[in-house]
């Protein structure tokens, strides 16, 4: 007989000792090979207010496009300093940040690649499951042919579009989470 | 009460929205969720990525770096974490936080008139084995009252947060203790939708986990869902919202 799932729990709002340690949220070290960006963003619920005490997971492909997980046995390069997860908590203004690379595409099960992008899991106080998303770029050309963003109603897409914010140096994405109202981000179900 | 269920397709994840739980209430998504794509990247997960880079650190009742023991009931937490097929989760990160066993966590915004250990962080992780089995040694925690609803009690918990082999298994909750009487009145707990599925919250007394003159032992396995295969298809007219 198949056992059947433990249900989810919020994580309440003292996960932080738990759960976030320093540097969670920056991916890369000097070595890595990659395009340096900053994500940014914020995190607001059905009120616009901020949520203070929510933490935002990210996973992503390499440069290279590959996943560090033995279920990516696709001979690309994998890159022994860049796991491809970060973790980070939200601040009081629900601000939270990654320091990262630009990920490779990857492919999409027999409809060719996929655009550039991250997935996204927000875990808050009041959520009693995990909510998860992805990030694509607006400045990618290669999101117009994106299987999965293309299945998401048209008026709801830019929901998933990390905007570039005019910054020196490496680009900037912002990438701001609405957890419900007029504005809400899509979210995907497992 | 809202009605509004919970992912996937048993009767185990709670709603978004449930109204017994105020902060649920501006916090739920109300649009229709999509079922969730299935490719590399699903597939895929931090899981067998960080597990490498993590110390051992399961005894909570030591790992505050004082050299002075937690103050409580001692306790052992242990168990399978298992796919949803029965196969044991090799490697998988398991990461706890919880109260002291005066019911107060260690952070700024616990402001619960209860005293702090200074022997206690409230915080542990570790790998599975081979057999997927995790071990934590820590104290019992104790109930707090928060600001829910009039008089409202947390029951004792041990928050759990799993790393599992994908994306779709990632997995937190909370394990509660059985004969419990704030169960009954805990909206966290009671958002889960079935009798069957709360059960699974409670840990087990196991006396062949009890340590001679030291320690209660507990049992409490944890099952992650595997890959149902929800087909990417966009949400119909008038779908439900939840």
Do not use: K
Request: hydrophobic share 35%; aromatic share 10%; with cysteine.
């Amino acid at each position: 007989m198949r056992p059947l799932p433990t249900p989810s729990q919020t994580v309440g709002p003292f996960f932080h000792g738990g759960l976030l340690r320093e540097g969670l949220n920056v991916l890369v070290r000097p070595q890595t090979v990659g395009e340096r960006i900053r994500i940014e963003g914020v995190v607001t619920d059905g009120d616009g207010r901020p949520v203070s005490d929510a933490m935002v997971e990210l996973w992503q492909a390499n440069a290279h496009g590959r996943y560090h997980h033995p279920a990516d046995r696709r001979p690309l390069p994998l890159d022994p300093t860049f796991t491809g997860f970060g973790r980070c908590g939200t601040d009081d203004a629900g601000r939270y940040w990654f320091e990262t690379i630009r990920p490779g595409p990857v492919p999409a099960d027999g409809q060719g690649m996929q655009a550039p992008h991250m997935n996204v899991a927000v875990f808050a106080r009041g959520l009693l499951d995990h909510l998860t998303t992805r990030l694509y770029f607006e400045d990618d050309p290669a999101i117009h042919h994106d299987p999965v963003l293309q299945r998401v109603p048209a008026a709801r897409r830019r929901t998933l579009l990390a905007r570039r914010l005019p910054a020196e140096g490496r680009p900037v994405y912002r990438f701001d989470i609405v957890l419900q109202g007029p504005d809400e981000t899509v979210f995907f179900e497992f | 009460m809202t009605t509004v269920t919970g992912r996937g397709r048993h009767a185990t994840f709670p709603p978004y929205l449930y109204e017994a739980y105020r902060a649920t209430v501006r916090r739920a998504p109300l649009g229709p969720l999509l079922p969730g794509p299935r490719t590399l990247s699903e597939v895929t997960g931090p899981g067998p990525a960080v597990s490498a880079l993590t110390a051992e650190d399961s005894d909570l009742t030591r790992n505050a770096g004082t050299g002075g023991e937690a103050i409580g009931e001692r306790i052992i937490v242990t168990g399978r974490v298992l796919d949803d097929e029965g196969n044991p989760v090799p490697h998988t990160l398991v990461e706890i936080w919880q109260a002291n066993a005066a019911g107060r966590y260690r952070h700024r915004r616990d402001q619960h008139h209860a005293p702090l250990d200074p022997n206690f962080l409230g915080f542990g992780r570790c790998l599975t084995d081979a057999q997927g089995v995790y071990r934590f040694v820590t104290v019992r925690p104790g109930a707090y009252p928060w600001d829910n609803h009039e008089n409202a009690w947390r029951p004792a918990h041990i928050h759990f947060s799993l790393l599992g082999p994908t994306w779709a298994s990632r997995l937190v909750t909370q394990m509660f203790f059985p004969g419990d009487p704030l169960l009954e009145q805990d909206p966290i707990f009671n958002a889960v939708p079935t009798d069957d599925a709360r059960e699974r919250l409670i840990a087990r007394y196991a006396h062949d986990v009890t340590e001679p003159a030291w320690a209660l032992g507990f049992r409490f396995d944890i099952v992650l869902r595997g890959p149902e295969a929800t087909p990417f298809e966009p949400p119909e007219a008038g779908a439900p919202w939840r």
